[in-house]
């Protein structure tokens, strides 16, 4: 790995800040759907990081990254009327600072996930007027944070935010339209380029990216049905995204897949309007990959979910806690093919990780020998893809500490830092000390 390749580590507001009715945030869909859903927990609270900003950071400083990916809440830095609000603004001022005391180069994601509610109340993202609010929104953070935040993504994984809270309707704000989830991606990519250019335009000097959640595939045999089905599922979880982000507009076999099936009116779907696809496919710095797991797709069942089978092409070296398969060659694979089609100059691994629920021992010891071995083999699918040619300039672990993992709660956990949820102590697992020896053993390498 080159000597500027950076190593860090990634969290989100709603998962770790807690302080919900502090300094005047307001409220976001995350904050509804925990009161009215089912939900096992909420973020209320959640580590909070709200007032353990500091020893948290420490922590960082001890685990030696060079950057720290975090998430700004919407809600707690403009009010209801679109105006700056200073509290919240002051609130990641302090938290920047004591980064860049610390050595830490910040890296902001501007939307995980927390949309305010109040816009969710005018159509939320399958209405475009999201994507001017959004703009205020960054023009607010990109002004008040430019001059000691560089690096910049707009937005993280707007496949989730549109297919799970617009279409699912498991995750806020908890609706369940196909063609208003397209809408939401739709307006979700608008308002990154959007942003991209006022980021610009305010940090002359900012590197910009998106993080695009993805999920690889393949057909479970060389059955034609089932290569069918793993295109369309490709289509549909990936292609959808990285295809408009990279230039080349939306996949045309995917337009005429959901006019199909009746998720679109026609292949020129009425949101679309002449200018939206230069303005979405703005040039980036980087872009930005999560990569969690992939998947062996068998047609015959749901065809909007395809259908993960638990062999197949990659066969997995074990599950972690989430249900997910482990397969690095599959991470490996996938950079090598975002290298090949769509040539971004840089590729930054914007999250990976592992969710194993292991805690302090008798003598307080986090043995997570699991998420270790994850971690291996994915920094290891890493390097294989650097060493092929792929421009992959650094790597964020999901995730620094367990957290709030959305409707499953506190249970699943990701974190090298393990948190007693409660009496919110840290304690740094094996996976702590591991990533410190890894981050360390590139550097003098
Ligand atoms: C990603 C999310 C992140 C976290 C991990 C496990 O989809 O971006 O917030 O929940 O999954």
């Not at 001022?93 to 995980?112: E, F, S």
């Not at 993202?125 to 953070?141: L, M, Q, T």
């Not at 872009?287 to 992939?294: A, I, M, P």
């Not at 993992?405 to 007693?420: C, I, M």
Request: hydrophobic share 40%; proline share 6%.
């Amino acid at each position: 790995m080159h000597d500027d390749f950076t190593w860090g580590v990634a969290t989100s507001a709603y998962q770790i800040e807690g302080g919900r009715f502090e300094d005047g945030k307001a409220p976001s869909i995350w904050d509804t759907f925990s009161d009215i859903g089912d939900l096992p927990e909420s973020g209320d609270v959640a580590c909070d990081h709200y007032h353990r900003y500091l020893d948290d950071i420490a922590l960082m400083a001890d685990l030696g990254i060079d950057a720290y990916r975090m998430s700004i809440a919407w809600t707690r830095v403009v009010d209801a009327a679109g105006n700056p609000n200073l509290a919240g603004l002051a609130f990641y001022d302090r938290i920047i600072d004591a980064l860049l005391a610390a050595g830490i180069v910040p890296w902001v994601t501007l939307y995980h996930w927390d949309l305010p509610q109040s816009i969710e109340d005018e159509g939320g993202w399958p209405n475009r007027s999201v994507v001017e609010a959004f703009d205020v929104y960054a023009a607010i953070a990109s002004k008040h944070f430019g001059a000691r935040v560089k690096n910049w993504i707009t937005i993280n994984e707007p496949w989730v935010v549109s297919m799970l809270g617009y279409k699912d309707g498991v995750f806020a704000p908890g609706r369940t339209s196909f063609a208003d989830a397209l809408a939401a991606a739709h307006h979700q990519l608008l308002a990154h380029g959007r942003a991209v250019g006022t980021i610009r335009a305010n940090v002359p000097d900012a590197r910009v990216g998106i993080a695009l959640d993805c999920r690889p595939c393949r057909p479970a045999t060389p059955n034609p049905d089932d290569e069918a089905a793993s295109r369309y599922f490709d289509g549909y979880r990936n292609r959808w995204f990285f295809d408009p982000v990279a230039g080349l507009g939306y996949p045309a076999d995917m337009l005429s897949a959901f006019e199909a099936r009746g998720h679109l009116t026609s292949t020129t779907p009425e949101w679309l309007k002449s200018g939206d696809l230069e303005t979405i496919s703005a040039r980036l710095d980087f872009l930005g990959v999560n990569y969690y797991t992939s998947v062996a797709v068998r047609h015959g069942h749901d065809e909007d979910e395809a259908t993960d089978v638990p062999s197949g092409p990659y066969p997995p070296s074990g599950y972690t806690e989430m249900g997910w398969q482990i397969t690095p060659d599959a991470l490996h694979e996938y950079l090598v093919h975002l290298h090949k089609v769509y040539q971004p100059n840089s590729i930054v691994i914007t999250e990976n990780g592992a969710s194993f629920g292991d805690g302090p021992d008798l003598t307080g010891r986090v043995a997570d020998i699991r998420r270790q071995d994850y971690l291996e083999q994915h920094t290891g699918a890493v390097r294989r893809a650097i060493a092929d040619g792929v421009p992959v300039d650094g790597y964020f672990l999901w995730s620094f500490m367990d957290n709030l993992e959305w409707t499953s709660g506190y249970a699943q956990r990701f974190g090298v830092v393990h948190v007693d949820h409660d009496t919110l102590v840290r304690t740094p697992k094996d996976s702590f000390y591991w990533y410190q020896e890894a981050i360390g053993r590139a550097r003098t390498s």
